[in-house]
Protein backbone atom coordinates (compact mmCIF):
# COMPACT_ATOMS: atom_id res chain seq x y z
CA UNK A 1 0.00 0.00 0.00
CA UNK A 2 1.68 3.19 -1.11
CA UNK A 3 1.33 6.77 0.24
CA UNK A 4 0.19 7.90 -3.20
CA UNK A 5 -3.07 5.61 -2.55
CA UNK A 6 -3.71 7.00 0.79
CA UNK A 7 -3.61 10.65 -0.51
CA UNK A 8 -5.43 9.97 -3.07
CA UNK A 9 -8.45 8.31 -0.80
CA UNK A 10 -8.38 11.37 1.61
CA UNK A 11 -8.70 13.99 -1.35
CA UNK A 12 -11.66 11.78 -3.23
CA UNK A 13 -13.27 11.64 0.33
CA UNK A 14 -12.55 15.44 0.76
CA UNK A 15 -14.15 16.49 -2.54
CA UNK A 16 -16.72 14.11 -2.11
CA UNK A 17 -18.21 15.71 1.14
CA UNK A 18 -17.94 19.43 -0.62
CA UNK A 19 -19.69 18.28 -3.92
CA UNK A 20 -22.52 16.73 -1.99
CA UNK A 21 -23.06 19.83 0.33
CA UNK A 22 -23.42 21.97 -3.09
CA UNK A 23 -25.42 19.72 -4.94
CA UNK A 24 -27.87 19.52 -2.61
CA UNK A 25 -28.09 23.00 -1.75
CA UNK A 26 -28.41 23.90 -5.67
CA UNK A 27 -30.93 20.81 -6.35
CA UNK A 28 -33.41 22.10 -2.79
CA UNK A 29 -32.95 25.75 -4.39
CA UNK A 30 -34.00 24.48 -7.70
CA UNK A 31 -36.88 22.21 -7.04
CA UNK A 32 -38.28 25.16 -5.11
CA UNK A 33 -37.60 27.95 -6.98
CA UNK A 34 -39.30 25.83 -10.12
CA UNK A 35 -42.32 24.49 -8.05
CA UNK A 36 -41.18 20.91 -8.18
CA UNK A 37 -41.28 18.85 -5.19
CA UNK A 38 -37.73 17.65 -3.63
CA UNK A 39 -38.82 14.51 -4.12
CA UNK A 40 -39.33 14.39 -7.91
CA UNK A 41 -35.71 16.58 -7.97
CA UNK A 42 -34.23 13.71 -5.95
CA UNK A 43 -35.14 11.17 -8.65
CA UNK A 44 -34.25 13.23 -11.53
CA UNK A 45 -31.63 15.28 -11.34
CA UNK A 46 -29.62 14.31 -8.15
CA UNK A 47 -29.80 11.15 -9.23
CA UNK A 48 -28.80 11.36 -12.23
CA UNK A 49 -26.13 13.46 -10.97
CA UNK A 50 -24.99 11.34 -8.36
CA UNK A 51 -24.94 7.92 -10.65
CA UNK A 52 -21.98 10.07 -13.10
CA UNK A 53 -19.30 8.60 -11.43
CA UNK A 54 -21.18 4.42 -11.91
CA UNK A 55 -21.38 5.62 -15.61
CA UNK A 56 -17.96 7.06 -15.98
CA UNK A 57 -16.52 4.33 -13.97
CA UNK A 58 -18.53 1.08 -16.13
CA UNK A 59 -18.20 2.89 -19.80
CA UNK A 60 -14.19 3.06 -19.14
CA UNK A 61 -14.26 -0.36 -17.76
CA UNK A 62 -16.50 -1.77 -20.65
CA UNK A 63 -14.12 -0.35 -22.87
CA UNK A 64 -10.80 -1.16 -21.44
CA UNK A 65 -11.99 -4.44 -21.40
CA UNK A 66 -12.81 -5.10 -18.17
CA UNK A 67 -16.42 -5.74 -18.09
CA UNK A 68 -16.61 -7.95 -15.09
CA UNK A 69 -15.70 -4.33 -13.23
CA UNK A 70 -18.25 -2.52 -15.52
CA UNK A 71 -21.16 -5.01 -14.48
CA UNK A 72 -19.86 -5.55 -10.90
CA UNK A 73 -19.85 -1.36 -10.41
CA UNK A 74 -23.49 -1.41 -11.35
CA UNK A 75 -24.74 -4.25 -9.28
CA UNK A 76 -22.35 -3.36 -6.58
CA UNK A 77 -23.58 0.06 -6.19
CA UNK A 78 -27.42 -0.50 -6.59
CA UNK A 79 -26.72 -3.28 -3.10
CA UNK A 80 -24.83 -0.56 -1.44
CA UNK A 81 -27.26 1.98 -1.85
CA UNK A 82 -30.07 0.28 -0.18
CA UNK A 83 -28.33 -1.41 2.39
CA UNK A 84 -25.30 0.86 3.34
CA UNK A 85 -26.64 4.49 1.83
CA UNK A 86 -30.24 4.03 3.06
CA UNK A 87 -29.15 1.97 5.91
CA UNK A 88 -26.38 4.29 7.53
CA UNK A 89 -29.05 7.52 6.69
CA UNK A 90 -31.71 5.61 8.69
CA UNK A 91 -29.82 5.22 11.69
CA UNK A 92 -29.19 8.99 11.57
CA UNK A 93 -32.67 9.68 11.08
CA UNK A 94 -35.63 7.69 10.22
CA UNK A 95 -36.28 8.67 6.92
CA UNK A 96 -39.99 9.13 5.68
CA UNK A 97 -41.22 7.48 2.47
CA UNK A 98 -43.95 9.13 0.28
CA UNK A 99 -46.68 7.24 -1.42
CA UNK A 100 -45.59 7.90 -4.71
CA UNK A 101 -42.09 6.46 -4.08
CA UNK A 102 -44.27 3.02 -2.78
CA UNK A 103 -46.56 3.22 -5.53
CA UNK A 104 -44.55 4.23 -8.35
CA UNK A 105 -40.77 4.32 -8.18
CA UNK A 106 -40.02 1.50 -6.33
CA UNK A 107 -41.26 -0.82 -8.52
CA UNK A 108 -39.85 0.84 -11.33
CA UNK A 109 -36.15 0.06 -9.27
CA UNK A 110 -37.83 -3.70 -8.93
CA UNK A 111 -38.90 -4.15 -12.85
CA UNK A 112 -35.91 -2.92 -14.09
CA UNK A 113 -33.60 -4.99 -11.98
CA UNK A 114 -35.29 -8.38 -12.51
CA UNK A 115 -35.63 -7.19 -16.74
CA UNK A 116 -31.49 -6.53 -15.97
CA UNK A 117 -31.88 -9.90 -14.31
CA UNK A 118 -33.42 -11.87 -17.03
CA UNK A 119 -31.27 -10.27 -20.09
CA UNK A 120 -27.62 -11.12 -18.12
CA UNK A 121 -29.14 -15.04 -18.34
CA UNK A 122 -27.14 -15.69 -22.19
CA UNK A 123 -23.85 -14.22 -20.11
CA UNK A 124 -24.44 -10.61 -22.15
CA UNK A 125 -25.73 -7.75 -21.74
CA UNK A 126 -26.42 -7.18 -25.84
CA UNK A 127 -26.46 -3.63 -27.50
CA UNK A 128 -29.95 -4.18 -28.33
CA UNK A 129 -30.54 -5.09 -24.67
CA UNK A 130 -28.78 -1.81 -23.72
CA UNK A 131 -31.01 0.54 -25.95
CA UNK A 132 -34.10 -1.11 -24.71
CA UNK A 133 -32.75 -0.10 -20.68
CA UNK A 134 -32.40 3.16 -21.92
CA UNK A 135 -35.61 3.75 -23.83
CA UNK A 136 -37.02 2.01 -20.59
CA UNK A 137 -35.10 5.02 -18.33
CA UNK A 138 -36.64 7.55 -20.79
CA UNK A 139 -40.09 6.78 -20.77
CA UNK A 140 -40.30 7.19 -16.74
CA UNK A 141 -38.44 10.17 -16.55
CA UNK A 142 -41.12 11.55 -19.30
CA UNK A 143 -43.63 10.16 -17.00
CA UNK A 144 -42.24 11.64 -14.08
CA UNK A 145 -41.87 15.65 -15.48
CA UNK A 146 -45.32 15.22 -16.32
CA UNK A 147 -46.84 14.09 -13.20
CA UNK A 148 -44.77 16.84 -11.53
CA UNK A 149 -45.94 19.67 -13.53
CA UNK A 150 -49.23 18.80 -13.72
CA UNK A 151 -49.10 18.31 -9.48
CA UNK A 152 -47.76 22.26 -9.49
CA UNK A 153 -49.71 25.54 -9.77
CA UNK A 154 -49.37 27.26 -12.80
CA UNK A 155 -48.39 30.33 -10.59
CA UNK A 156 -46.51 31.08 -7.75
CA UNK A 157 -48.40 32.45 -4.58
CA UNK A 158 -46.20 35.19 -4.55
CA UNK A 159 -46.73 36.64 -8.27
CA UNK A 160 -50.67 35.99 -7.73
CA UNK A 161 -50.49 37.80 -4.29
CA UNK A 162 -48.98 40.89 -5.92
CA UNK A 163 -50.70 41.14 -8.93
CA UNK A 164 -53.98 41.31 -6.98
CA UNK A 165 -52.67 43.56 -4.45
CA UNK A 166 -50.76 45.89 -6.25
CA UNK A 167 -52.48 46.90 -10.09
CA UNK A 168 -50.31 49.63 -10.42
CA UNK A 169 -47.32 48.09 -10.92
CA UNK A 170 -49.21 44.99 -13.04
CA UNK A 171 -46.77 45.97 -15.39
CA UNK A 172 -43.10 45.84 -13.37
CA UNK A 173 -43.89 42.91 -11.06
CA UNK A 174 -43.96 40.26 -13.46
CA UNK A 175 -40.57 41.39 -14.86
CA UNK A 176 -38.78 41.63 -12.00
CA UNK A 177 -40.29 38.24 -11.02
CA UNK A 178 -39.14 36.57 -13.82
CA UNK A 179 -35.56 38.42 -13.68
CA UNK A 180 -35.18 37.23 -10.18
CA UNK A 181 -36.63 33.62 -10.81
CA UNK A 182 -34.21 33.38 -13.69
CA UNK A 183 -31.27 34.35 -12.15
CA UNK A 184 -32.10 32.20 -9.02
CA UNK A 185 -32.47 29.10 -11.72
CA UNK A 186 -29.16 29.78 -12.87
CA UNK A 187 -27.27 30.05 -9.80
CA UNK A 188 -28.98 27.14 -8.77
CA UNK A 189 -27.78 25.20 -11.32
CA UNK A 190 -24.19 26.31 -11.15
CA UNK A 191 -23.82 25.34 -7.48
CA UNK A 192 -25.48 22.06 -9.03
CA UNK A 193 -22.85 21.83 -11.59
CA UNK A 194 -20.03 22.84 -9.46
CA UNK A 195 -21.57 19.83 -6.96
CA UNK A 196 -21.51 17.18 -9.32
CA UNK A 197 -18.07 18.29 -10.96
CA UNK A 198 -16.65 17.42 -7.33
CA UNK A 199 -18.63 14.36 -6.85
CA UNK A 200 -17.16 12.89 -9.98
CA UNK A 201 -13.82 13.90 -9.42
CA UNK A 202 -13.61 12.81 -5.86
CA UNK A 203 -15.10 9.59 -6.91
CA UNK A 204 -12.59 9.27 -9.76
CA UNK A 205 -9.50 9.93 -7.59
CA UNK A 206 -11.13 7.48 -4.22
CA UNK A 207 -11.82 4.53 -7.04
CA UNK A 208 -8.88 4.86 -8.37
CA UNK A 209 -6.98 4.75 -4.65
CA UNK A 210 -9.02 2.11 -3.74
CA UNK A 211 -8.18 0.12 -6.86
CA UNK A 212 -4.68 0.20 -6.46
CA UNK A 213 -4.67 -1.20 -2.89
CA UNK A 214 -7.47 -3.59 -3.83
CA UNK A 215 -5.10 -4.71 -6.75
CA UNK A 216 -2.15 -5.36 -4.65
CA UNK A 217 -4.62 -8.73 -2.99
CA UNK A 218 -4.86 -10.23 -6.32
CA UNK A 219 -8.74 -9.75 -6.50
CA UNK A 220 -10.31 -10.36 -9.73
CA UNK A 221 -12.35 -7.72 -11.73
CA UNK A 222 -15.27 -8.19 -10.56
CA UNK A 223 -14.93 -8.29 -6.77
CA UNK A 224 -13.27 -5.37 -7.17
CA UNK A 225 -16.14 -3.77 -8.72
CA UNK A 226 -18.43 -5.49 -6.63
CA UNK A 227 -16.82 -3.89 -3.45
CA UNK A 228 -14.10 -1.59 -3.42
CA UNK A 229 -15.61 0.00 -6.70
CA UNK A 230 -18.95 0.30 -6.22
CA UNK A 231 -18.60 1.76 -2.27
CA UNK A 232 -16.33 4.56 -3.81
CA UNK A 233 -19.50 4.98 -6.69
CA UNK A 234 -21.60 4.69 -4.49
CA UNK A 235 -20.39 7.55 -2.09
CA UNK A 236 -21.68 10.96 -3.93
CA UNK A 237 -25.34 9.05 -2.92
CA UNK A 238 -24.16 9.00 0.71
CA UNK A 239 -22.57 12.31 0.62
CA UNK A 240 -25.57 13.68 -1.17
CA UNK A 241 -28.01 11.57 1.46
CA UNK A 242 -26.70 12.26 4.64
CA UNK A 243 -26.08 15.70 3.76
CA UNK A 244 -30.19 15.92 2.71
CA UNK A 245 -31.03 14.40 5.90
CA UNK A 246 -29.04 16.53 8.03
CA UNK A 247 -30.52 19.77 6.29
CA UNK A 248 -33.92 18.08 6.60
CA UNK A 249 -34.64 17.38 2.67
CA UNK A 250 -35.33 13.24 3.31
CA UNK A 251 -37.73 13.12 0.28
CA UNK A 252 -34.75 14.08 -2.04
CA UNK A 253 -32.43 11.88 0.42
CA UNK A 254 -35.21 8.89 -0.59
CA UNK A 255 -35.72 9.51 -4.56
CA UNK A 256 -31.63 9.93 -4.79
CA UNK A 257 -31.63 6.58 -3.64
CA UNK A 258 -34.37 4.79 -5.34
CA UNK A 259 -33.78 7.38 -8.97
CA UNK A 260 -29.72 6.26 -8.32
CA UNK A 261 -30.09 2.81 -9.29
CA UNK A 262 -32.89 3.26 -11.56
CA UNK A 263 -30.29 5.55 -13.75
CA UNK A 264 -27.69 2.61 -12.85
CA UNK A 265 -29.70 0.51 -14.58
CA UNK A 266 -30.98 2.40 -17.42
CA UNK A 267 -28.26 4.89 -18.15
CA UNK A 268 -25.21 3.63 -16.90
CA UNK A 269 -25.57 -0.35 -17.90
CA UNK A 270 -27.28 0.35 -21.21
CA UNK A 271 -24.97 3.58 -22.33
CA UNK A 272 -22.31 1.00 -21.37
CA UNK A 273 -24.03 -1.85 -23.44
CA UNK A 274 -24.09 0.62 -25.96
CA UNK A 275 -20.41 1.75 -26.48
CA UNK A 276 -19.27 -0.94 -25.59
CA UNK A 277 -18.13 -3.23 -28.81
CA UNK A 278 -20.49 -6.33 -28.75
CA UNK A 279 -21.87 -5.76 -25.56
CA UNK A 280 -20.67 -6.28 -21.90
CA UNK A 281 -20.10 -9.89 -20.85
CA UNK A 282 -21.58 -10.44 -17.71
CA UNK A 283 -19.74 -13.38 -15.14
CA UNK A 284 -21.55 -16.54 -14.44
CA UNK A 285 -20.90 -15.71 -10.63
CA UNK A 286 -22.78 -12.44 -10.86
CA UNK A 287 -26.00 -14.01 -12.65
CA UNK A 288 -25.95 -16.47 -10.15
CA UNK A 289 -25.40 -14.61 -7.25
CA UNK A 290 -24.89 -10.59 -7.41
CA UNK A 291 -27.98 -10.02 -9.91
CA UNK A 292 -30.36 -12.26 -7.96
CA UNK A 293 -29.10 -10.37 -4.93
CA UNK A 294 -29.82 -6.89 -6.74
CA UNK A 295 -33.53 -8.14 -7.01
CA UNK A 296 -33.72 -9.52 -3.85
CA UNK A 297 -32.23 -6.12 -1.87
CA UNK A 298 -34.66 -4.33 -4.39
CA UNK A 299 -37.40 -6.37 -3.56
CA UNK A 300 -36.75 -6.23 0.64
CA UNK A 301 -37.03 -1.89 -0.03
CA UNK A 302 -40.51 -2.39 -0.67
CA UNK A 303 -41.79 -3.56 2.82
CA UNK A 304 -39.65 -1.92 4.55
CA UNK A 305 -40.85 1.48 2.77
CA UNK A 306 -44.63 0.46 3.01
CA UNK A 307 -44.64 0.08 6.66
CA UNK A 308 -45.70 3.14 8.22
CA UNK A 309 -44.16 4.57 5.03
CA UNK A 310 -40.64 4.97 7.14
CA UNK A 311 -37.78 3.40 7.13
CA UNK A 312 -36.94 3.19 11.07
CA UNK A 313 -33.49 3.03 12.87
CA UNK A 314 -33.70 -0.86 13.42
CA UNK A 315 -34.37 -1.46 9.68
CA UNK A 316 -31.57 0.84 8.87
CA UNK A 317 -29.26 -1.19 11.29
CA UNK A 318 -30.61 -4.22 9.62
CA UNK A 319 -29.75 -3.52 6.18
CA UNK A 320 -26.14 -2.11 7.50
CA UNK A 321 -25.42 -5.62 9.03
CA UNK A 322 -26.43 -7.21 5.76
CA UNK A 323 -24.40 -5.44 3.82
CA UNK A 324 -21.74 -6.17 5.87
CA UNK A 325 -22.70 -9.97 5.47
CA UNK A 326 -22.55 -9.28 1.72
CA UNK A 327 -19.09 -7.80 1.42
CA UNK A 328 -17.92 -9.97 4.03
CA UNK A 329 -19.07 -13.51 1.72
CA UNK A 330 -17.79 -11.63 -1.77
CA UNK A 331 -14.30 -11.73 0.19
CA UNK A 332 -14.25 -14.85 1.53
CA UNK A 333 -15.27 -16.39 -1.66
CA UNK A 334 -12.74 -14.71 -3.56
CA UNK A 335 -10.06 -15.98 -1.39
CA UNK A 336 -11.85 -18.96 -1.32
CA UNK A 337 -11.28 -19.23 2.71
CA UNK A 338 -12.01 -22.04 4.94
CA UNK A 339 -14.80 -20.11 6.65
CA UNK A 340 -16.64 -19.71 3.53
CA UNK A 341 -19.09 -22.89 4.10
CA UNK A 342 -20.19 -22.54 7.56
CA UNK A 343 -20.37 -18.32 6.82
CA UNK A 344 -22.74 -19.70 3.28
CA UNK A 345 -24.90 -22.19 5.20
CA UNK A 346 -25.37 -19.54 8.23
CA UNK A 347 -26.35 -17.05 5.89
CA UNK A 348 -28.63 -18.93 3.47
CA UNK A 349 -30.10 -21.16 6.21
CA UNK A 350 -31.06 -19.22 8.79
CA UNK A 351 -30.64 -15.10 8.40
CA UNK A 352 -31.60 -14.43 5.24
CA UNK A 353 -35.06 -16.61 5.49
CA UNK A 354 -35.88 -15.14 9.10
CA UNK A 355 -35.10 -11.91 7.68
CA UNK A 356 -37.69 -12.67 4.38
CA UNK A 357 -40.22 -13.78 6.89
CA UNK A 358 -39.81 -10.57 8.88
CA UNK A 359 -40.22 -8.64 6.25
CA UNK A 360 -43.23 -10.36 4.97
CA UNK A 361 -44.51 -10.15 8.64
CA UNK A 362 -44.44 -6.67 8.53
CA UNK A 363 -46.04 -6.11 5.44
CA UNK A 364 -49.05 -8.19 6.11
CA UNK A 365 -49.36 -6.15 9.50
CA UNK A 366 -49.16 -3.01 7.75
CA UNK A 367 -52.35 -4.08 5.33
CA UNK A 368 -53.87 -5.33 8.42
CA UNK A 369 -53.95 -1.71 10.02
CA UNK A 370 -54.81 -0.47 6.97
CA UNK A 371 -57.87 -2.22 6.49
CA UNK A 372 -58.88 -1.80 10.21
CA UNK A 373 -58.58 2.07 9.88
CA UNK A 374 -60.61 2.23 6.39
CA UNK A 375 -63.54 0.03 7.89
CA UNK A 376 -63.11 2.63 11.04
Sequence with gaps: MSLSSVLLLLAGFVL????????????????????????????TVVSFATSSPELAVSAGAALSGSPGLAVGNVVGSNIANILLVLGISALMVPLMVTSRVVRTDIPVMIGLS??????ALDGTISTADGVLLLALLAAYLVVTIIRSRRGRDDAPPAAA??????????????????ATRTRSILLDVVLVAVGVALLVLGAQLLVR???????????????IGLTVVAVGTSLPELATTVIAVRRGEGDLAVGNIVGSNIFNIGAVLGLTAIVAPGGIGVDPAAVHFDLPLMVAVALALLPVAFTGQLIRRWEGTLFVVLYLAYVAFVLLAASEHAALQPFSTAMLGFVL????????????????????????
Design 16 to 43: LVGGGEALVRGAASLARTMGMSSLVVGL
Design 114 to 119: VLALVL
Design 161 to 178: AGAAGAPTKAASAPSRFR
Design 209 to 223: GATQIAATFGVSDLV
Design 353 to 376: PVTAVWLVALAAYELGLRRGRRQV
